[in-house]
């Protein structure tokens, strides 16, 4: 395993990973969508098989060093793994299980926590945005607005642009206005300043002439 992890390109890692069994592989790859430690409950749920039915894939996993014991559960035993194991995913599979994992963190997060787990949060449904639901696109918004507003006080400006832009990109043109207009000016406001930051000065004056129009 150790030359394998150290052979240039990605190639040699993706044939190692798929010459095993599919269920071990199928758990791999979802595994490589999530954070760096993976509890087997949330596991579980994710999957959507039985408890045990995860047993046998996560023994050839443990057997192969491609995953290893962690505090949490389990981790990738590399950085180089886990980047294999995704490359064998196509977009639209990678979005799905974005989707899904961000779909269970939300049911599982209460409101008064949100602040603990807004950056995975934001990023799961960022990149399953496709799947989102009408309701769940509303929910994104506000995600991506904290998401933003804590990274601006954290100095990572570029970052927070990206995520006010995502909650930009979840409303449809203005509707926001009418049915939630404290976030709707708080969302461009934010945006605005973050695209100021950046010098990207001609995104900056189309969201304060948004805003110039709807001050009334």
Known sequence: IFTILMSPGVEPRRLYIERHAPDARELLQLVSCL?????IASLDELSGGSRESLDAPLSVLLEAALIMPSPLGFRFAHDRIREAAHEL?????????????????LERTPEGSLDDRVFELADHLNRGIAHLSAEEREKAVDIN????????????VTQASDYFEHGLGLVESGADWSTQRPRAFALRWEAANAAFQLRRFERCTQLLDELDARDD
């Open 89 to 105: 995913l196509t977009e639209e599979e990678r979005a799905r299980i974005h989707y899904r994992t961000g779909k269970l963190l």
């Open 35 to 39: 954070r760096d430690e993976m509890d």
């Open 145 to 156: 607005l904290l998401a933003g507003k804590r990274t601006v006080a954290r100095g990572g």
